[in-house]
């Protein structure tokens, strides 16, 4: 029925250099009452050469090769399947497919495993470097590309170290349905998370938590660092290994390639199938932290550290990355916008890009940017609790205005002068996280929306000496676990035309002083990690709690959780 066993046999004999057989050769990690701290120790370096060795154009190339291969040998039919499991490297329950049609059709899968819920997608199939023809990742799919005739597919979700069943169903244009069935045990995984997330709030039957998956960004390790992918019922569907630090956010361009970080100096192109088609290293000027955006021409615009300053100022730049060439330029400088501030401030802070550095000058600590349709960006400012909107952002940055508690800025007149007047009776937020613009076609020109994360917390390493109960329902508490404190899903109005903002919607959600995020999903349910409690929240416009979800961070906090459908990537 499927080629798959001989084959996927061969493929290990020849992979010795391929993740999948550290994993077959007892390299994922196991706690420490199952080995020693040495043991473990040398499997964790081991596990890390390993994954610095997938992100190699070398090891991407070897790869592909091995898979032009195993097609030669397979694949004529629906019962000549090629299989591979994680053939890039790159995920590890990720199950590679190939296979052709006499007509075209579009197949859907079902993966199931006993004690776990079903997990069902219709493939997308086609483009980014496969060889079934090429398609932007970003585009919606018309009804003549959802049928193709060459199959070519990643399978996601392999429950670990449990028999899969995954049923293959295959559609035709005029309706007419085949299906076929496999089963494969699933892959051990690399690191130690949860399988199954432990809900601290079980969603009611029927509710709506959108239809993505959740990728958690920056459960930051000691050992080796992930990308995790759990679907809404809490459940494990992928494990991408990365070099060092954290992914922030996922990126879809043009060109079928989802980008995100894998270390502070590395940016990556990944293609629906798993290859890293594109390995970018920033070189020895500048390390990305916190955030990033696609601007019109595809180019990545980062949030970032500018290394051997005489200064040692930090976070407190932002570059351009273009994803052709490589090319790394600077944007911005803070530190010349807001120079006579940034004079005032105390010479102190870390940089959370790179934890052993000391002596640090973390006198803003941006930790978002957001880029808007006029050619600006929206920059969240942690330290002062501010949020800028800066003008001609790639060609000639200006402050445009300001937002937040104008006290922080005493001394500095013309500052406060860019500041916009609020619009009612609110409290402004604290290092707040996760700004998000939200535009809406029927406010008009020069409004629009910004939700954030507002992490109601006061603190400035920089400013020891303010007082920030200035802003009203404040908390200065350092613990998550504060029985007194909350933080807020916020959303303001912007109006430029009026210079004025306005709260419009906010709720109380679990207290986190640092990181965490939001996210408006598609159905309007608002999707909040309260990231130093380790707490996924799905709400309700209103607040209503509908669904929470805890992740046992592995050091301190879980730093962003995003929902993505991978339409036009992994799914149709």
């Not at 706690?31 to 964790?44: F, H, I, L, Y």
């Amino acid at each position: 029925m499927s080629t798959s066993a001989p084959l996927h046999k061969r493929a290990i004999l020849w992979g010795t250099a391929i993740l999948t057989v550290l994993v077959v050769a007892g390299l994922c990690l196991t706690s420490e009452s199952d080995v020693t701290a040495s043991v473990r120790q040398r499997r964790v370096e081991r596990l890390n050469a390993a994954v610095e060795n997938v992100y190699t154009e070398g090891y991407q190339r070897m790869a592909d090769e091995q898979l032009a291969e195993l097609r030669g040998e397979g694949g004529q039919g629906l019962d000549a399947m090629v299989l591979a499991e994680n053939p890039y490297g790159t995920n590890t329950t990720s199950l590679y497919v190939y296979f052709t049609t006499d007509a075209p059709a579009k197949v859907t899968y079902t993966v199931s495993a006993e004690g776990y819920p079903d997990f069902t997608r219709t493939a997308q199939e086609g483009g980014a470097g496969g060889v079934a023809g090429t398609m932007a990742a970003s585009a919606d799919l018309d009804g003549s590309d959802a049928y193709q005739s060459v199959h070519e597919f990643l399978v996601l979700g392999l429950i670990p170290r449990v028999s899969n069943t995954i049923t293959f169903t295959l559609e035709d244009t005029d309706g007419n349905t085949t299906e076929r069935t496999i089963t494969r045990q699933g892959p051990k995984l690399l690191g130690d998370e949860e399988v199954r997330l432990e809900a601290t709030v079980a969603p009611a039957a029927g509710a709506d938590l959108g239809d993505g998956l959740y990728a958690v960004l920056g459960n930051d390790s000691d050992d080796q660092d992930f990308m995790y992918l759990y679907d809404t019922a809490g459940v494990l569907r992928g494990e991408i290994p990365l070099l060092y630090y954290r992914a922030h956010r996922l990126l879809f361009d043009g060109d079928g390639l989802m980008w995100f970080s894998a270390s502070t100096k590395h940016l990556v192109g990944m293609n629906r199938l798993g290859k890293l088609v594109k390995i970018i290293d920033l070189g020895d000027r500048f390390i990305l932290h916190h955030d990033y955006a696609l601007d019109a021409d595809g180019s990545i615009v980062s949030l970032a550290t500018e290394l051997g300053r005489d200064d040692h100022a930090v976070q407190d730049q932002v570059i351009k990355v273009d994803t052709r060439t490589g090319k790394v330029s600077r944007l911005l400088d803070a530190g010349e916008l807001f120079a006579d501030y940034k004079a005032s401030t105390t010479h102190a802070g870390i940089d959370e890009s790179d934890p052993t550095a000391t002596g640090r000058w973390d006198w803003i600590h941006f930790n978002t940017i957001q880029l808007t349709d006029d050619g600006g960006a929206i920059l969240s400012a942690r330290e002062t609790s501010t949020i800028i909107k800066i003008d001609d952002l790639e060609t000639d940055p200006t402050v445009a205005w300001m937002a937040g508690e104008r006290s922080v800025w005493d001394g500095f007149p013309a500052i406060q002068d860019l500041f916009l007047d609020k619009d009612g009776d609110f409290p402004d937020t604290g290092g707040q996280h996760s700004v998000t613009v939200e535009t809406d076609p029927s406010l008009g020109d020069g409004r629009y929306y910004l939700t954030m994360f507002d992490n109601n917390f006061g603190y400035a390493s920089t400013r020891p000496d303010f007082d920030w109960t200035v802003i009203d329902g404040i908390s200065t508490a350092q613990s998550s676990k504060d029985p007194h404190s909350h933080s807020q899903f916020r959303r303001c109005l912007i109006d430029e035309r009026a210079g004025t903002y306005a709260e419009v919607d906010a709720f109380d959600v679990p207290y986190s002083p640092y990181v965490s995020s939001e996210q408006v999903l598609d159905n309007g349910a608002i999707l909040v990690d309260s990231g130093m409690q380790g707490l996924i929240g799905t709400y309700s416009p209103d607040g209503e709690l509908l669904a929470q979800y805890r992740m046992e961070p592995d050091i301190s906090y879980l730093y962003r959780v995003y929902q993505y459908g991978f339409h036009g990537f992994y799914f149709q």
